[in-house]
């Protein structure tokens, strides 16, 4: 993925992230899907940051795992 900093009209600076690469788990998702090796690299490689609470993530969460309910917990 790749991303460049911008200005938005209140004068901010944001990160706008493009070239979106996708992996699934059945190659799926077009070219340059490498499925689970792709997966575990970026799994095991991954230092979450601000962005990724911000999107309410949660690492060790995986799409083969149900999904977990909704809580007003932020201990995530």
Avoid: W, Y
Avoid at 18 to 34: E, I, K, R
Avoid at 49 to 67: I, N, S, Y
């Amino acid at each position: 993925m790749q991303a460049a900093i911008t200005i938005d009209e209140d004068g901010n600076g944001i990160q706008v992230l493009f070239d979106v690469m996708s992996h699934t788990l059945d190659t799926s998702s077009g070219v340059g899907d490498h499925g689970m090796a792709s997966i575990d690299t970026f799994l095991e490689k991954h230092e979450c940051v601000d962005c990724c609470k911000q999107l309410h993530l949660q690492r060790g969460r995986f799409a083969t795992e149900p999904a977990l309910e909704d809580s007003d917990d932020d201990d995530a």
